[in-house]
């Protein structure tokens, strides 16, 4: 139904200005020849004029639908176009434009014909004049509107195939159409009026003033008009594909351009959504080629013209990393559940090794080999390598604690380069650090850390990283001849709970004197300040009468001191609840006695672990 209101406005509009541009030229521009019943002339023109378009419309709109039929299906189905469909949608415009420039030929033809047999020649030709004139105005005006309202129909069309086989109008022939329209037709019309002014006798200044105005007030405003039409038609395209162009600039490479145009720029919107395919398929493969290789060797083949098989000799650290017991991980479960421990397991490799600089070699099955500094320089492919295999050996016992793996750090000279034959190589490192790391991931297994390295990557090592590890014994690892000492992380510390050693305050203790106690302060005893001295893990115990208490003769033992007084303008405290005693056989000191620290340990009960000691 949209295109059918498409073709009907385009036909309507398109004759309207037509038929405007007949009346103008035939009343004000063209000056009538001589006749004998000028009244009786205008009549039958007039009469011609307005009864050819009741015929002509029908028969133009009942075609015209005929050819957009498939143009009208199209739409309607918004599938894939056939060739029938392909040709009435590229070729719809032009169809067009010729069935109106027929309808408008075999008018003027008509009117022509009709003017030389009931008048004069000069009328005749007048009346062909004028029609040619409008069936101009009509065409050009038919094909840029419906070239410019069958858009989204060639969009369809065009994005499923280029053009091919078919020879369409293009830029020029807009261009073309343009100037007929708004340069043609009225200089055109100028020429008509210098030529009747020539041939007709009578014509004055006036008239010929007045038709040169309107001829050229006319060519000044439609050709403005008709020019805006045909240069935007040729814009809007190229403004696509540089808006297309400066996404692909800023990285977007899903900008695609909507090909609407069957000229030379709608190929220039489809070339343009060719280039930014290859460059999305150059991108996944570019894509593709890291995840399997790894990025830096990707960027490095795709930034070297030619390469060639061979390395050159690099210092490196190398980090392996081995499961314990994949064999039994096989047997115990299924081919699905391996691998999603063994993705879990790569997942958290790959991680931490990127986070350091490192670059995964390859999987070795259930093992992987990283390496530092290759093909990328590090500043500290040591320090790099070894702080990796902590913080590896770390997030594996937390992420994926249902497996086990070791770790070997090593580091030394390598050869670093294209391995393999013209045909299929990769790049890879070849040196004795690879092997001694594949040997330290295997003893580690052993370790509680699960972790050794080399004690020679500790001397090349930042010094905050080797801080961390420490050296051990020197073992000759399985298939070396010269021995590797080894290096281990140091366990972390963690602190213990400790209660920091502050002197006990004095406490002054109010207690009950017996009747008749003569003492100077009455029930105020001061206890003595205990020793700062703490023993860890001694339990209470009691002293028991024996000959072994018995002082020694270079023991002397401490005499009681009595109580300092306190002043009275001083508060007293409130008494503290002392805990009770165990049974204890020693005799109890009497009351108003002050409790003096002796040599050894004191007979009183000992909180927690803590036992109070004598500082001498």
Request: aromatic share 6%.
């Amino acid at each position: 139904m949209r295109v059918r209101w498409v073709l009907l406005v385009v036909v309507g509009l398109a004759n309207l200005g037509g038929a405007a541009v007949v009346l103008l030229f035939a009343i004000f521009v063209v000056p009538d020849p001589p006749l004998a019943d000028p009244e009786y002339a205008r009549v039958v023109n007039t009469v011609a004029f307005f009864s050819y378009p009741v015929v002509a419309a029908p028969v133009t709109l009942l075609v015209g639908l005929r050819l957009w039929r498939p143009v009208v299906r199209l739409v309607r189905d918004k599938g894939v176009p056939d060739a029938a469909q392909r040709r009435a949608v590229l070729l719809g415009p032009l169809r067009l434009t010729l069935l109106v420039g027929v309808m408008w030929g075999g008018g003027a033809a008509g009117w022509a014909v009709l003017d030389l047999t009931l008048f004069t020649g000069r009328l005749a030709v007048k009346a062909g004049l004028t029609c040619l004139l409008g069936a101009m105005t009509t065409c050009t005006i038919v094909y840029l509107l419906s070239e410019r309202l069958l858009r989204p129909a060639a969009a369809l069309v065009l994005a499923s195939e280029p053009p091919r086989g078919l020879r369409l109008p293009g830029v020029t022939t807009r261009v073309m159409l343009a100037w007929a329209l708004g340069t043609a037709i009225p200089i055109l019309g100028l020429i008509c009026v210098a030529i009747a002014a020539l041939v007709t006798p009578g014509i004055g200044t006036a008239q010929l003033a007045i038709t040169v105005l309107g001829l050229g007030g006319a060519a000044l405003v439609v050709g403005m008009q008709v020019t805006y039409i045909a240069t935007r038609a040729v814009a809007d395209p190229i403004a696509s594909v540089r808006e297309g162009m400066a996404r692909v600039e800023r990285g977007d490479l899903g900008a695609q351009v909507e090909v609407y145009d069957a000229s030379e720029v709608g190929q220039l919107q489809a070339g343009f959504n060719h280039m930014v395919a290859g460059l999305r398929e150059h991108q996944r493969l570019r894509d593709l080629f890291g995840r399997h290789v790894g990025e830096e060797v990707a960027h490095l083949a795709l930034e070297s013209g030619d390469i060639r098989l061979g390395g050159e000799t690099r210092e490196v650290a190398v980090l392996f990393v081995d499961l314990a017991g994949s064999t039994r991980l096989a047997d115990s479960r299924s081919p699905d559940q391996v691998v999603v421990l063994l993705n879990a397991f790569f997942g958290v490799v790959v991680n931490v090794v990127g986070r350091h600089g490192g670059w995964i070699n390859k999987f070795e099955g259930d093992a992987a080999l990283a390496i530092f500094g290759a093909p990328t320089r590090l500043p500290d492919a040591a320090g790099a390598a070894l702080g990796a295999a902590r913080e590896l050996a770390a997030r594996l016992r937390t992420e994926v604690p249902q497996l086990d793996a070791g770790v070997g750090v090593s580091a030394g000279p390598v050869v670093a380069g294209y391995i393999g034959a013209e045909q299929r190589f990769e790049y890879t490192v070849i040196g004795d650090p690879v092997n001694e790391a594949a040997r330290l991931s295997d003893l580690a297994k052993t370790f509680p850390g699960r972790v050794l390295a080399s004690g020679a990557l500790l001397r090349e090592a930042r010094p905050a990283e080797a801080e961390e590890w420490e050296l051990g014994a020197s073992v000759i690892l399985r298939g070396r001849s010269k021995p590797t000492r080894l290096a281990m992380p140091r366990p972390p510390f963690v602190p213990t709970a400790r209660r920091r050693l502050l002197p006990r305050p004095r406490v002054v203790r109010r207690r009950r004197l017996p009747a008749g106690d003569t003492s100077p302060w009455p029930g105020i005893v001061r206890q003595a300040k205990p020793s700062r001295t703490r023993i860890p893990g001694l339990r209470p115990f009691k002293r028991s009468e024996s000959a072994d208490d018995a002082p020694r003769p270079n023991q002397i033992k401490s005499a009681p001191t009595p109580a300092r007084p306190i002043a009275n303008d001083h508060p007293v405290p409130p008494p503290r609840t002392e805990p009770t005693p165990s049974p204890s056989t020693e005799p109890k000191p009497s009351p108003g006695a002050v409790s003096m620290p002796s040599r050894g340990v004191e007979s009183m009960p000992l909180s927690g672990v803590d036992a109070t000691v004598d500082d001498g």
